[in-house]
């Protein structure tokens, strides 16, 4: 198996850019910025889910739809305005270091996120304190935090995390390399369109299953967040391709994912 870098210094046949394509013979390289970037990937992952959990926004917008026959209400919970950065340090990070590198991130949030729901989970099981139970208690605390315990949420979030961020990664990393790394916010926007809605249908539809959501909300749901998920990655777009631009030039590396495995369950 080869994974074929492209650095500055040459130029390829083609002359579209001054660069040099060079075998896997760089695993050791160590990169500058890589663990800044998962940090902060986790950092938001967690904190959108917390977010999730903690407030449902009410913009007060109304608007008709063809899967309702009442007027919808723009309603989403706080993590939508936050998840959608998920997806942009993803796009960055396979476009820069490659899926490999990616997927390791991908499996580092997933652990940290189900870590964190374990450690709620156990608050949630923790007698307190009497002082604490007069000014917030016990119920206060499962209704704003108790989402990022319970089995239903819980499970819909890692779920939708795993498939989402997989798909989105595995279709920019191949269109990539199909498209010669051409056309950054084709592939960028595209890969987002299908891993945001794979994430909002398997979030939405597992929670269902659980009870957690009536049956009835599921396209209101499904929808809704999915649209605001994309219009919030849209506009973030070119803040996106300014950070892929000068990653790049920082690192003096560009990934193309050629003869790679897209095995989500690998390491390495």
């Not at 990655?233 to 590396?253: H, N």
Request: hydrophobic share 55%.
């Amino acid at each position: 198996m080869k994974v074929w870098f492209i650095l500055t210094g040459a130029v390829l046949s083609n002359g579209r850019e001054n660069l040099v394509l060079v075998p896997d013979v760089l695993k050791s390289l160590q990169y500058r910025h890589y663990d800044i970037i998962m940090a902060f990937f986790v950092a938001v992952l967690i904190a959108s889910n917390v977010a999730s959990s903690a407030k449902i926004v009410d913009l007060g917008i109304t608007f008709s739809a063809f899967w309702s026959i009442s007027p919808v209400h723009l309603a989403f919970d706080g993590g939508t305005l936050l998840f959608p950065v998920a997806y942009i340090f993803g796009d960055v990070l396979t476009e820069v270091y490659g899926f490999k590198a990616s997927r390791r991130v991908i499996w580092t949030g997933f652990i940290a996120l189900a870590v964190t729901s374990l450690l709620f989970f156990i608050l949630s099981s923790l007698p307190g304190d009497a002082a604490w139970e007069q000014y917030a208690g016990t119920a206060a605390y499962n209704a704003i935090l108790g989402g990022m315990s319970s089995g239903g949420i819980a499970l819909a979030s890692l779920s939708a995390y795993l498939i989402g961020e997989f798909s989105n990664s595995v279709i920019l990393s191949r269109l990539k390399v199909l498209m010669k790394g051409r056309a950054f916010w084709v592939r960028a926007i595209g890969s987002s369109l299908v891993g945001e809605l794979l994430d909002s249908l398997t979030f939405v539809f597992v929670a269902s299953a659980a009870g957690v959501f009536a049956w009835e909300l599921f396209l209101t749901l499904v929808l809704t967040n999915y649209i605001l998920k994309v219009f919030i990655e849209s506009i973030l777009f070119p803040f996106t391709f300014l950070a892929v631009r000068k990653l790049k030039k920082a690192e003096g590396i560009d990934t193309f994912d050629v003869g790679v495995k897209f095995n989500p369950f690998m390491w390495k």
